[in-house]
């Protein structure tokens, strides 16, 4: 009898968060994560987030095999996040899951971050070809697949960017405007909180052709510090900048003639965010949707929904050839 892998574990620890989900068929059993908090003032420090990982990992990981009610001898295939990432933290599920695949002797897949975002939404969106809007803390993208290449009839990469940020992600732009606008918590939560409260005034749009730049804008946002309002600049910097991408997705919306659009990564937990792009597919008669937040922040369960997925489209690696790869781009992967 053939045995059929239908269970799979996934670790998430590309950067601020050690995350472990347990995924059966498509469907999600659990999702644990623990976060590292940096110090008041300080972004990640490589070290400390990677110390915080192993420290977390063993009682995520009993967390999240509690949550899905198996034990780790029910666990078919194993997958980890390579890349992209720190590498310091990519090194603590790469090790992690080669030791539970080995001491287990069960298949080990590497799974990239941002194919997990994309994938993860796709599927329980139960979109089949959509483009991806892809904003994170160190990513902002506009993605699609290229369904030929799946089937063999295209050399070119499987995903295509056709759209990109030329400088930093965009929930950075908003994670840096906090710390220097001394905002607390320095995150872009607290920067969209505030935005609800604020009124508009021009900030500078930075669009070239189907690429966007934020640092004019940062630094601008930066400057006005003490003669706008926090909570009138944070307005006016989220309207900017969801403005800029907004218009590049429209583009890529006609000229790809797609017909769902979703948005993933941290930043897709933006509301406001949201209803622009909803805007922009009601105007192109395009589907718009969004995962829940838990599948958008990172997390384990992308990396065992991609994982098992793959796995079931006959990708199978060697445990050996696996390496974390912090600089592993979307359009890099097979
Ligand atoms: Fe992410």
Redesign the pocket.
């Known amino acids: 009898m053939v045995a059929v892998t239908e269970i799979c574990l996934g670790i998430e620890s ?1 950067a601020h968060t050690l995350g472990i989900g347990i995924v059966e068929n498509g469907k999600i059993l659990s999702n644990a994560r623990d976060m590292y908090r940096s110090p008041a003032g300080e972004g990640i420090i490589p070290r400390k987030a990677a110390d915080h990982h192993a420290d977390v990992f063993d009682s995520v990981l009993q967390q999240s095999l509690q949550q899905a009610g198996v034990s780790l001898r029910d666990i078919d295939l194993f997958a980890f996040s390579r890349g992209p990432g720190i590498g310091q933290c990519l090194r603590v599920s790469c090790t992690g899951a080669k030791f539970l695949a080995g001491k287990y002797d069960k298949p080990i897949l590497g799974v990239n ?1 941002c194919h997990a ?1 994309l994938e993860v939404s796709r599927g329980l969106l139960g979109f089949t070809d959509p483009l991806y809007v892809y904003v ?1 803390g160190a990513n902002t993208q506009l993605i699609t697949e290229n369904k030929k290449s799946e089937k063999g009839q295209l050399s070119t990469p499987r995903f295509l960017v056709l759209g990109e940020t030329l400088d930093m992600g965009l929930g950075n732009l908003f994670d840096v405007f906090a710390r220097e606008a001394k905002i607390h918590p320095a995150h872009g939560g607290e920067v969209a909180r505030l935005a609800e409260k604020g009124k508009y005034f021009p900030l500078p749009y930075t669009v070239k052709g189907m690429n966007f730049a934020f640092a004019g804008l940062l630094t601008s946002a930066v400057r006005a510090v003490g003669k706008h309002s926090n909570e009138d600049i944070c307005h006016s910097l989220m309207e900017t900048s969801f403005a800029e991408l907004c218009e590049a997705a429209e583009r890529a919306l006609c000229l790809f003639s797609k017909k769902e659009v979703t948005v993933c ?2 930043v897709a937990q933006n509301k406001r965010f949201c209803e622009m792009l909803d805007e922009v597919c009601k105007g192109q008669g395009a589907k718009f949707g969004v995962a829940a937040p838990e599948f958008n922040a ?1 997390n384990g369960a992308m990396i065992a929904y991609t994982a098992l997925s793959e796995w079931k489209k006959g990708k199978r690696e060697k445990m050996d050839d696996l390496k974390p790869d912090g600089y592993w781009r979307i359009d890099q992967v097979n």
């Open positions: 590309t971050h975002h994170s990564g941290g990172d």
